[in-house]
């Protein structure tokens, strides 16, 4: 169904929020919080408005751009984490938060040629790659878990 569909991919996107090292300046812990709440709150109104926007009969290339928002928004996501640094001790938690994100949106970028190359609707798709769904599902549950270790409960819908 389409509820299926966008559950799908908004449920990516849920568990969208990650961090990564590339030198830059330490932050607190609670710094390191703040920045990735801000980024999942943008990501959760992002995911709100890709499923008010979702046309569930669409077909082909324009089923591809709706899996294609959904990976723009998760590839924001994990862009906006990937500056912070929080206290060494997050480094492992990020680094596998954002291995898992990225499976998930390659996961996506596969589902997505699926769609346009097969002229399906996403709901289609899903139904026909069962696989595909369920490696996108496991990487997903995977950055929630890691979003759990980090202590960033808000990300995944749990209130602070």
Do not use: M, Y
């Amino acid at each position: 169904s389409a509820v299926l569909a966008a559950g799908l991919l908004g449920g990516v996107l849920l568990a969208g929020c990650g961090g990564g090292d590339d030198g830059g300046e330490r932050l607190s812990r609670a710094a390191l919080t703040r920045e990735a709440e801000a980024v999942c709150d943008a990501g959760t109104k992002e995911s709100d408005r890709l499923r008010a926007d979702a046309r569930p009969g669409a077909r082909g290339e324009d089923a591809g751009k709706e899996i294609d928002a959904t990976r723009a928004a998760l590839e924001a996501q994990i862009d906006g984490f990937a500056d912070l640094r929080g206290p060494a001790s997050t480094d492992d938690d990020i680094a596998a938060l954002l291995r898992h994100l990225r499976a998930a949106s390659a996961g996506l970028e596969r589902l997505r040629e699926l769609a346009v190359d097969g002229d399906l609707t996403v709901v289609e798709t899903i139904a026909a790659n069962p696989d595909l769904v369920q490696r996108i599902n496991r990487s997903s549950a995977q950055a929630a878990d890691d979003l759990v270790a980090l202590d960033w409960l808000t990300c995944i819908g749990v209130a602070s």
